[in-house]
């Protein structure tokens, strides 16, 4: 099964802007959808924004206008970038395929917390 590495994520000051990238262990030119999903503490985890091989996007509400996903499938990898970024922002971030979500199988996800 493919593997999933996210980083970028870290500290930053309300406002700032980070980029999370997703690097897996294969190619990721065969899976239809990649997602990055994101768990702050005492929530459920949430759909943040996805992308299709296509290059079509979707992104939860709370993050459109300040969050772009994109996709490299010759680097195997998977972006979101991120700027303006709020408290409520504050999270894990995983990126996952449709059907990691749906047997449920997750990485380790990066850590992203914004605060001054």
């Known amino acids: 099964q493919v593997q999933l590495v996210e980083s970028g994520g870290g500290l930053v000051q309300p406002g700032g802007s980070l980029r999370l990238s997703c690097a897996a262990s294969g190619s990721i030119f065969y899976f239809h959808t990649m997602g990055w999903y994101r768990q702050a503490p005492g929530k459920q985890r949430e759909l943040v924004a996805a992308i299709t091989s296509g290059g079509s996007t979707n992104y939860q509400d709370s993050v459109k206008g300040r969050f772009t996903i994109s996709r490299d499938n010759a680097k195997n990898t998977v972006y979101l970038q991120m700027n303006s970024l709020k408290p409520e922002d504050t999270a894990v971030y995983y990126c996952?395929?449709?059907?990691?979500?749906?047997?449920?199988?997750w990485g380790q996800g990066t850590q992203v917390t914004v605060s001054s």
């Open positions: 996952n395929t449709q059907a990691g979500v749906r047997r449920d199988y």
